[in-house]
């Protein structure tokens, strides 16, 4: 069983930067086939998937709506990092930390889940 605690969210001014971060409570090896991703979800809207890095290539993927301002990375310790710059109105959502198996961008092929932090960007 992986556990995953996010923070780092907080409110900010658009265009300003914020840094999440997302501690695994299990050591995952550094060879091993995984995936870890970020997801965000405003009320009432759909889970986007925002960023995704797999392990142990390090291959980053990111939805076109933050490419460019946002990075993921990882270290050796498991955690995994969100670099938000440029932050915009329209980025104010729950960000959720996410494990599994398969780098997809859909939130169903992710199996461990943080609880989310909040991120408000204001105008």
């Known amino acids: 069983q992986v556990q995953l605690v996010e923070s780092g969210g907080g409110s900010v001014q658009a265009g300003g930067s914020l840094r999440l971060s997302c501690a695994a409570s299990?050591?995952?090896?550094?060879?091993?086939?995984?995936?870890m991703g970020w997801f965000r979800q405003v009320p009432g809207k759909e889970r986007e998937g925002v960023a995704r890095?797999?392990?142990?290539?390090?291959?980053t993927f990111y939805a076109d709506s933050v490419k460019g301002r946002f990075t993921i990375s990882r270290d050796n310790s498991n955690n995994v990092y969100l670099e938000m710059n440029s932050l915009k109105p329209e980025d104010t959502a729950m960000y959720s930390c996410?494990?599994?198996?398969?780098?997809?961008?859909?939130?169903?092929?992710?199996?461990?889940w943080g609880q989310g932090t909040q991120v408000t960007v204001s105008s």
């Open positions: 299990v050591y995952i090896p550094a060879s091993s086939s995984y995936c």
């Open positions: 890095i797999y392990r142990p290539s390090g291959d």
């Open positions: 996410a494990a599994g198996p398969y780098c997809s961008p859909l939130s169903a092929a992710f199996t461990y």
